[in-house]
Nanobody
Framework: VQLVESGGGEVQPGGSLRLSCAASGFTFSSYSMSWYRQAPGKERELVAT????????NYLDSVKGRFTISRDNAKNTVYLQMNSLKPEDTAVYYCNRRFGPLGWGRGTQVIVSS
């Protein structure tokens, strides 16, 4: 069972990044998936969730309208498109099952700085 996040990097405010999370070892299409983030010195927080069958999505208030979560069940991958990035979005981003979470992957670092 594995979750591997990728796509992070350093961008200027207002920039965009697309994060990917490749899942393996479980029936991906049967699980709601989420993105979380942890900023230095802060607790990990839930950023976005996409329910089973690519249906409903939910977002942290501070990212609504800027971030979009999506999934490709054929590729066992969940994505997070991040637009209009702000310095406060700087964090390590992780994916996991929303319910019945697995062990955390290494995450992918996002730095938003001018």
């Amino acid at each position: 069972v594995q979750l591997v996040e990728s796509g992070g990097g350093e961008v200027q405010p207002g920039g965009s990044l697309r994060l990917s999370c490749a899942a393996s070892g479980f029936t991906f299409s049967s699980y709601s998936m989420s993105w979380y983030r942890q900023a230095p010195g802060k607790e990990r927080e839930l950023v976005a969730t996409i329910l089973v069958a690519g249906g409903s999505t939910n977002y942290l208030d501070s990212v609504k309208g800027r971030f979009t979560i999506s999934r490709d069940n054929a590729k066992n991958t969940v994505y997070l498109q991040m637009n209009s990035l702000k310095p406060e979005d700087t964090a390590v981003y992780y994916c996991n099952r929303r319910f019945g979470p697995l062990g955390w992957g290494r995450g992918t670092q996002v730095i938003v700085s001018s």
